[in-house]
């Protein structure tokens, strides 16, 4: 009915372990981080650079895809936000960051656009 006290103590001494015992409690949790790394934090901050790296390449004339799903042509590139023409005569003024994707690279207008 009673657990005999030689198997208490035997029950006792198995769980006090040196740090080897420690390490190996660990290492699954240690191997979790690092496969998270692997899975989700690298691939999100490869893809953030890319991002950067397109919109510091974005300019006048470039067919852009907003994070709405609305699609324009740029035309006006500041530091922070980008003037884009979603219809004839109708431009929005969008935060640069908001760009989702470039569809095609327009080829560079020039400054002073003179209609005549």
């Keep these: 009915m009673f657990a ?5 103590q035997a029950a006792g001494g198995a769980a006090a372990g040196g740090p080897e015992a ?5 290492l699954p949790l240690i191997a979790l981080v690092v496969l998270f790394y692997f899975l989700m934090i ?3 901050q490869k893809r953030m650079k890319l991002h950067q790296q397109m919109l510091g390449a974005l300019k006048r004339g470039d067919t852009v895809v907003l994070s709405s799903g609305m699609i324009g042509k740029v035309v006006r590139v500041e530091d922070k936000e980008v003037g884009v023409e979603i219809a004839t005569g109708v431009t929005v003024k969008v935060v640069k960051s908001m760009v989702a994707d470039v569809r095609a690279k327009g080829e560079p207008a020039a400054a002073n656009d003179a209609k005549a």
């Design 4 to 8: 005999t006290p030689a198997y208490a």
């Design 22 to 26: 420690m390490l190996i409690q660990f």
């Design 42 to 44: 690298r691939p999100q």
